[in-house]
């Protein structure tokens, strides 16, 4: 039996089992994409230490890390998870089971996408789904930003700083901004809204993104192509809150995970970190993740030592190192 398992394998989960190992305690991580979302960052430029490192190679770094503290990588997913009296059990879709006294959901935030010709071949090419990160990738260029609401507001305005030109591509009516960034908008000279119309491909040389067709909403036969060097894709995402529900997690409206402040779910035993979490807590950062993986790892230390079960700590010491 383990004292915890991690499920989710992102900058937040990576970052709970480092300081697990620290802390001795007996604990595996599961998660299919080691990494998670950040393996999807061409350049990430505001993460402390590092002026310039790809997404992949600081999850290299990070899972380097974890292994050399001790910690096991499972590359499965978690189909389900039962609580029992002494604890959990998290099932896998490899058939495998593990029993733990205590849990950290860091399952993360899945980017929502377009679903469109041209998307997957151009990620990282010219897709995105993080203005924050990519400030050298859209210097003196043409972007477009795909979404109507804050999150796309808030990056266009973002965008304009250093980008040339910057489209909002959205099929309604009318963006459903705050005030603020509606008026941002509209005083900005490099932002252009285009409103009613649809993505319906991302175009490319084969290298890199050239530009996105658009259709009318009202008129299907209205096709026409937006050069574009850049296209940022802000049409939300889907917390990873599923295996929870079933278990009585509380969320919130938007179906994030309502914490407290050591990150304690509403089941005793179950804590959460990283973009899961309510956005009191997240802001959808690596740096941000970090620190809340830390957090929850140093709340679940505190939560198993005043249980003062010895019989749950298999082989741990429960002590810092």
């Known amino acids: 039996m383990y004292d915890l398992v991690i499920i989710g394998a992102g900058p937040a989960g990576l970052t709970a089992s480092v300081y697990t190992s620290c802390f001795k305690l007996n604990h595996v991580i599961i998660g299919a994409l080691p990494g998670g979302q950040m393996t999807y960052a061409p350049d990430i430029l505001n993460y402390p230490g590092f002026e310039e490192i790809t997404g992949p190679e600081l ?17 499965s997913s978690v189909t389900r998870i039962e609580k029992e009296e002494d604890g959990f059990v998290v099932f896998t879709d490899n058939q495998q089971s593990y029993k733990s006294a205590a849990i950290i959901l860091a399952t993360g935030v899945e980017r929502r996408r377009l679903g469109i010709p041209g998307e997957m071949e151009y990620t990282g090419k010219g897709v995105q789904y993080c203005a924050t990160c990519e400030r050298f990738a859209y210097e003196n260029k043409i972007v477009a930003v795909i979404g109507g609401a804050n999150a796309a507001a808030q990056s266009a305005v973002q965008l304009s700083h250093a980008a040339a030109k910057v489209f909002i591509l959205y099929r309604g009516d009318a963006l459903r901004a705050d005030p603020i960034w509606l008026s941002a908008i509209e005083k900005n000279p490099r932002i252009e809204v285009v409103t009613r119309v649809q993505p319906t491909e991302i175009v490319g040389d084969g ?65 959460a970190a990283g973009d899961v979490l309510s956005h009191k807590y997240s802001i959808e950062q690596i740096s941000s993740a970090v620190g809340l993986g830390a957090r929850a790892a140093v709340s679940v230390f505190t939560y198993l030592k005043q249980q003062k079960a010895p019989n749950l700590w298999g082989t741990s010491q429960i002590k810092r190192s």
Do not use: C, H, W
Request: no cysteine; net charge neutral.
């Open 59 to 75: 999850t290299s770094r990070m899972v380097a890390q974890v292994k050399k503290r001790g910690g096991e990588l499972i590359p």
């Open 207 to 271: 290298v890199k993104v050239t530009g996105v067709k658009i259709r009318s909403i009202q008129n299907e036969t209205d096709v026409r192509e937006i050069p574009v060097e850049q296209i940022f894709v802000e049409i939300g995402g889907v917390p990873g809150t599923a295996l929870l529900l079933p278990l009585g997690v509380r969320v919130d409206q938007g179906g994030y995970i309502a914490v407290g402040e050591t990150l304690a779910t509403s089941v005793e035993g179950i804590f």
